[in-house]
Antibody
């Protein structure tokens, strides 16, 4: 069974930094394309970004609100995905989920496995 | 960016009812549309991908249809465990965007 477990959330002041981790098991992590999705309290889902597998080029894409502040990376030897968040704003307050990309024939079809999420609160 | 307009925002229904949720994309996405179910405090669960393909393990009372800009999720006979919030998501282009969600509540 594929499992994703996020950690690293917490309370941080505006302008601060935080690094989230997503530990994966039950899959060949090095082949997986991975994503971060966030959900502000009582709100909908917002895609944060995606990283391809290294064999697919390892490229990263970000949503506009986090571009130049957040960095997605991966350590395939540790089966772990990371989200480094800098210059945090109050509007970054959310539960952050990691998820696996369902890619078939070069097309993206959805996020098929999700972690339970870790909560980030940006407040002074 | 592609905008996803999901309706209704909430629906009240009874066990056994047929429930239909729609999603309209601001531009064509082919069949690259997914549907998710989310229960309070839980992660979203993929129900439908490629507009009409049922994810493994998802009950057959869930079905999806549509292409281009207009899509539908149908629950043929609502079960107690189906009370939840449902989201559509276009998987066609960056940034990937979600609909605002539809909460299915007990009448």
């Amino acid at each position: 069974e594929v499992q994703l477990v996020e950690s690293g959330g917490g309370l941080v002041e505006p302008g601060g930094s935080l690094r989230l981790s997503c530990s994966a098991s039950g899959l060949t992590f090095s082949n997986a394309w991975m994503s971060w999705v966030r959900q502000a309290p009582g709100r909908g889902l917002e895609w944060v970004g995606r990283i391809k597998s290294k064999t697919a080029g390892g490229t990263v894409e970000y949503a506009a609100p986090v571009k130049d502040r957040f960095t997605i990376s991966r350590d395939d030897s540790e089966n772990t995905l990371y989200l480094l968040m800098n210059s945090l704003k109050t509007e970054d307050t959310a539960t952050y989920h990691c998820a696996t990309y369902m890619v078939r024939g070069g097309s993206f079809y959805g996020l098929d496995v999700w972690g339970q999420g870790t909560t980030v609160i940006v407040s002074s | 960016d592609i905008q996803m307009a999901q309706s209704p925002s909430s629906v009240s229904a009874s066990v056994g009812d047929r429930v239909t949720i729609t999603c309209r994309a601001s531009q064509g996405v082919g069949n690259l549309l997914a549907w998710y179910q989310q229960k309070p405090g839980k992660a979203p669960k993929l129900l439908i991908y490629a507009a009409s393909s049922l994810q493994s393990g998802v009950p057959s009372r869930f079905s999806g249809s549509g292409s281009g800009t207009d899509f539908t999720l149908t629950i043929s006979s609502l079960q107690p465990e189906d009370f939840a919030t449902y989201f559509c998501q276009e998987t066609h282009s960056f940034p990937i965007t979600f609909g605002g969600g539809t909460k299915v509540e007990s009448k």
